[in-house]
């Protein structure tokens, strides 16, 4: 019993200065004007900086755009044909070769086309001899050529005229044997092996120009004002996640469906062998530019009692500023001088949060990881 009770003793007397310290703790924060809560709170929190995705203000033309679809056509797809008749001797391509202008694609026999070369050869030199037989003997006798008037006519009811134009046309022929590529391209289709029998006019290949290509966009009948030859326009497709290529409309064309009450818009671009004739594309078409503006990400815009406002990292903590937007084309919004002082509160390179921003507290420590560089398009 005496045993127990001096242990009892004993763990008061421990529990006892333990609070005493804890309380002497407290004190020392209370003395210095702190509440301890408070404080262990905020060195916590001024500990962690919180992930954000920034893009930085710009300063230039602001694009708005219409947005609408089209189908992607090569400027050059030829189907080639054969001119002339004959055995395929030689096809020295295959479908996806590519090719460039003048290159030799198919070969015929050249064996029937140099024979009548030949024999054309054979009629024009008989006709050369009949033309000089109508007028060397009366040259002969009186010494004086004939006059031009009369060689011409010597030519013509000799047959010579008549020999040399089917002489040119043997060669021209014998060139037609040789099917050569009429541009740089890609082999799409080849429908003739070594052995067949070509009839002119059968189809031989197909070859397409992945260089050169133009959209067809179509363009809604109270847009169609609004687009003029030489803007700018941006394609991308659902086929090329992340790919945008940039082009320029090269005209307007007269029509408009009366079904669909649309016209279209022919766009130009260069091609890299990914956007290819057949895709639908997504087509960004410029419409109007603002010059001169002070620009923000539109996903840097968020509202806090009914106002806009951006994120601006400054030393590494994200600053509350008010803004008063202007006109926006989705990518990039115009920020307008502020009402009052006539300022407009960001600067071209201040970096404004776009990602991680929407539940934000003023002065929060914030790092970013990540900053993105403007989309194509969105600046000029």
Known sequence: ????????????????????????????????????????????????????????????????????????????????????????EKVNVRPGDRVHKGQVLVELDPRPFDLAVQEAQVAVDLAELQHQDNYLPDSAATGKMPTQRRLDASVTRSGLAAARVRLDRAKLDRERATIVAPFNGVVDRLNVVPGDRLTAGQEITTIVDLQNLRIEAAVLEHDLPLIKVGGEAVITSAALAGQAFNGRVVAVL???????????????????????????????????????????????????????????????????????????????????????????????????????????????????????????????
């Not at 947005?67 to 008749?85: F, K, M, P």
């Not at 057949?278 to 078409?285: E, F, N, S, W």
């Open 1 to 88: 019993m005496i045993l127990l009770l001096r242990a009892s003793l004993a763990g008061a007397l421990l529990i006892t200065l333990a609070a005493c310290g804890a309380t002497g703790a407290a004190a020392d924060a209370s003395a210095d004007g702190t509440d301890p809560d408070s404080a262990t709170a905020s060195g916590a929190s001024s500990s962690v900086s919180l992930p954000v995705v920034a893009e930085p203000v710009t300063e230039g033309d602001l694009v708005l755009s219409i947005n609408t679809t089209g189908q992607v056509r090569s400027d050059a797809e030829g189907r080639l044909r054969a001119e002339v008749g004959g055995p395929v």
């Open 254 to 380: 007269p029509l408009v469906d009366s079904t669909t009450r649309a016209g279209r818009a022919f766009v130009r671009t260069q091609g890299n062998g990914t956007l290819r004739p057949g895709m639908y594309a997504d087509v960004r078409l410029e419409a109007q530019r603002l010059p001169d503006r002070r620009l923000v990400p539109t996903r840097a815009i968020i509202e806090r009692d009914g106002r806009p406002l951006v994120f601006v990292i400054k030393d590494g903590r994200a600053q509350w500023t008010y803004i008063l937007p202007g006109r926006s084309n989705g990518r990039v919004t115009e920020v307008l001088p502020d009402s009052v002082s006539g300022v407009i509160p960001v600067n071209p390179g201040d970096q404004v949060i776009v990602q991680g921003h929407l539940t934000l507290t003023h002065d929060a420590p914030v790092r970013v990881v990540a900053q993105r560089e403007q989309a194509p398009g969105a600046r000029d």
